[in-house]
């Protein structure tokens, strides 16, 4: 991924924080040529057995996913495999009109952050079971209303068989932070004024984190 320097991200927290709160990732890698690459949204959360910190550029982090089986990405995703995986965080188009300005160019504020690391896949069913209860565990915490899985375990074995796991440990990463960095400061408020009175989310989110810039 190509970052300007102007939106590297100012700390490795805010690449991890982006994962977590955005866990739903775009995995890409090469296939046949003729068919051109393998690409699948899916959910991915970091290894709850990983210990130790992030490192800058997360690298050594190993994180876990899973896809259905039936899926010819599945077949094609062997140990060793090279993997990216995509997260997009907040975004909003930016209107020329909070420039106050002319002539001037619109454009679209954005975070993203690109993984790279190695696929180790997970054949156990029970440890295939447990990351689908991981998965499970960690987005009820973060996005639910406290549902206990207890009851839900049995079923869980049920469709297990067709659930493809695996582990991805990571030899780098690289989070871009598009938030109107280059603009002078009383337009980048401008900006995130704007953004903040928006009824979408996303843009409101993206205010907010434009309120964390140094």
């Known amino acids: ?29 090469n296939g046949d040529p003729s068919a051109g ?6 959910p991915v959360i970091p290894d709850p057995q990983m210990t130790g910190s992030w490192s800058d550029d997360l690298s050594g982090a190993t994180l ?24 997009t965080g907040p975004h ?10 002319t002539p001037a160019a619109p454009t679209w504020n954005f975070t993203s952050v690109h993984v790279r690391g190695v696929v180790e896949r997970i054949d156990s069913l029970e440890e295939t079971l447990g990351v ?14 406290g549902w206990d899985q207890t009851e839900s375990v049995d079923y869980f ?8 796991a695996f582990r991805v440990t990571v030899t780098g990463a690289e ?13 980048r408020e401008r900006v995130q004024q704007s953004f903040s009175r ?9 205010a907010e984190l434009m309120t964390r810039l140094p």
């Not at 909003?92 to 300005?101: I, L, M, R």
Request: aromatic share 10%; with cysteine.
């Open 64 to 87: 876990l996913g899973h896809m259905n089986r039936a899926n010819p990405h599945w077949k094609a995703l062997e140990t060793g495999t090279v993997l990216l995986l995509t997260f």
């Open 198 to 206: 928006r009824a979408c989310s996303l843009q409101r989110e993206t």
């Open 157 to 164: 074995r049920k469709i297990v068989p067709g659930v493809g």
């Open 1 to 29: 991924m190509f970052v300007p320097r102007h939106y590297r991200e100012p700390d490795s927290s805010w690449m991890v924080d982006l994962i977590r709160a955005n866990p739903l990732a775009l995995a890409v890698m």
């Open 92 to 101: 909003g188009y930016v209107s020329p009109t909070v420039y106050e300005v």
């Open 175 to 187: 989070g871009m932070f598009k938030l109107s960095q280059e603009q002078p400061a009383e337009v």
């Open 37 to 42: 690459p393998f690409a699948t949204h899916l």
């Open 132 to 145: 689908v209860r991981a998965t499970a565990l960690t987005f009820e915490s973060e996005f639910g209303a």
